[in-house]
T-cell receptor, first 113, second 116 residues
Framework: QKEVEQDPGPLSVPEGAIVSLNCTYS??????FMWYRQYSRKGPELLMY????GNKEDGRFTAQVDKSSKYISLFIRDSQPSDSATYLC?????????????FGGGTRLMVKP | DTEVTQTPKHLVMGMTNKKSLKCEQH?????MYWYKQKAKKPPELMFV???????INESVPSRFSPECPNSSLLNLHLHALQPEDSALYLC???????????????FGPGTRLTVL
């Protein structure tokens, strides 16, 4: 079993839809959670960063963390064709492991006009 | 300046060539990383530098040799690569974490490497 599981998709939605992207993890040491967006043949771009259970909102994006269930989500409201990309969750344990991140496999999202 | 830059964007090399990838950031970050990413896969960590010293080497073959000349620059020297080393090579940087923290990593656009 992988430490971080993420449905690879592709997930296809119409423009304006609310998108829900999810990751589950097995390592209870993970304390810090990030979401990256990666366009084809480009580097990952940091979207959201959080370290506590609950919700964090930034514009059209909301990151949700449930440490008790080991489950994180990224919601995208009013999705746009420009949101079409691969979304990667990443997480780290903190402590002496510092900046070691474990990535999910990525979910490919397609938003159709 | 809030970005990580990488050169070259694309590189094609033969198995006997020696080449270098370069990465630069001016955000004052003291941790820098090299990742390898194959198509439709997540990035795989190769090396981590903290305060210009190599702190993590994820059992990477010696044909990959990292170098951190100063706090803003990170190089990856390539020699005698194999075709299976063809991938997108990503550089990232982050503020150095205090104990118990993980800081967000900022990625460059990557160098697409093809080994013939």
């Amino acid at each position: 079993q992988k430490e971080v599981e993420q449905d690879p998709g592709p997930l296809s939605v119409p423009e304006g839809a609310i998108v829900s992207l999810n990751c589950t993890y097995s390592n209870s040491a993970f304390q810090y959670f990030m979401w990256y967006r990666q366009y084809s043949r480009k580097g990952p771009e940091l979207l959201m960063y959080t370290y506590s259970s609950g919700n964090k909102e930034d514009g059209r994006f909301t990151a949700q963390v449930d440490k008790s269930s080991k489950y994180i989500s990224l919601f995208i409201r009013d999705s746009q064709p420009s949101d079409s990309a691969t979304y990667l969750c990443a997480m780290g344990p903190g402590g002496n492991a510092g900046n070691m991140l474990t990535f999910g496999g990525g979910t490919r999202l397609m938003v159709k006009p | 300046d809030t970005e990580v830059t990488q050169t070259p964007k694309h590189l094609v090399m033969g198995m006997t060539n020696k080449k270098s990838l370069k990465c630069e950031q001016h955000m004052g970050h003291r941790a820098m990383y090299w990742y390898k990413q194959k198509a439709k896969k997540p990035p795989e960590l190769m090396f981590v530098y903290s305060y210009e010293k190599l702190s993590i080497n994820e059992s990477v073959p010696s044909r990959f040799s990292p170098e951190c000349p100063n706090s803003s620059l990170l190089n990856l020297h390539l020699h005698a690569l194999q075709p299976e080393d063809s991938a997108l090579y990503l550089c990232a940087s982050s503020p150095l974490s205090r104990a118990g923290e993980v800081n967000e990593q900022f990625f460059g656009p990557g160098t697409r490497l093809t080994v013939l």
